[in-house]
């Protein structure tokens, strides 16, 4: 599988108060294009029910229909519906990203998950860090140094058994490959990807590099499934 194509899809997932006064249009400029910096806020939010929909996407209906549902609001998650077996289904924007993605301000970017009990108490606060650093106005290189913080100091344990299911065919996560394909992701301390024989010929299992020189001291493992979440086989061939 082409790895170019892992990197542009790696989505995935981060949440000290820290306040800035300094409004949207003088946030820090990045310098790659297409996507320079962050849009209007307007952008990346979605219709409730629709972030609903899209959100439970993320798995199978037998897991999605009893898990809590996020939505993004202006003030960062928000529980739109509570759930009753410990999953948590939420979709992720752009800024989950590698800070060196070109797409990392692209405000169509959706990528919807659902995760397991371990990774909503071990990996779920990095998503909401993340994202509280981004709408409170930082630069990249705030959020990273927030972020280094955040883990030091708040971050729960990396609990044993931590996965996501990211089986959407509505995703989109990026202008050249859209919604990808559909596969699971297992969460590890920082691991040498040939733990798991990540990224070799013949080998179903490919390291995500999302936390690839990040703060998050995470290994990312995803495997490629067969099916989508609503039980279509996948015809793509990325």
Not at 223 to 228: E, L, T
Request: charged fraction near 20%; glycine fraction near 6%; hydrophobic fraction near 40%.
């Amino acid at each position: 599988m082409n790895r170019k194509i892992v990197k542009t899809i790696a989505l995935e997932t981060f949440v000290l108060v820290v306040v800035l006064s300094a409004p949207w249009q003088t946030r820090a400029q990045d310098t790659k294009a297409p996507y320079p910096s962050m849009a209007p806020l307007d952008q990346y939010l979605m219709e409730r029910n629709a972030e609903i929909a899209l959100a439970r996407s993320a798995a199978p209906e037998s897991i999605s229909r009893d898990a809590e549902v996020l939505v993004l609001g202006r003030h960062g998650y928000e529980t739109a519906v509570k759930g009753k077996n410990g999953f948590v289904c939420v979709v992720e924007r752009s800024w989950m990203a590698p800070f060196d993605h070109p797409e990392f301000w692209n405000p169509k970017m959706r990528g919807p998950l659902c995760f397991n009990p371990p990774a909503v108490r071990s990996i779920l606060p990095l998503t909401f860090k993340r994202t509280e650093l981004v709408l409170a106005g930082l630069s990249k290189a705030q959020i990273i140094d927030a972020i280094k913080i955040f883990v030091k100091k708040e971050l729960p344990p990396l609990e044993p058994g931590g996965m996501t299911y990211m089986m959407s065919s509505q995703a989109y996560l990026g202008d050249d490959v859209g919604h990808w394909a559909p596969h699971l992701m297992f969460y590890l301390p920082l691991t040498d990807g040939m733990t798991w024989g990540a990224d070799v010929p013949g080998s179903p299992v490919l390291l995500n590099p999302q936390f690839h020189g990040a703060p998050e001291p995470i290994s990312v493992f995803m495997i490629p499934v067969s099916k989508w979440s609503d039980g279509t086989a996948r015809t793509d061939t990325h």
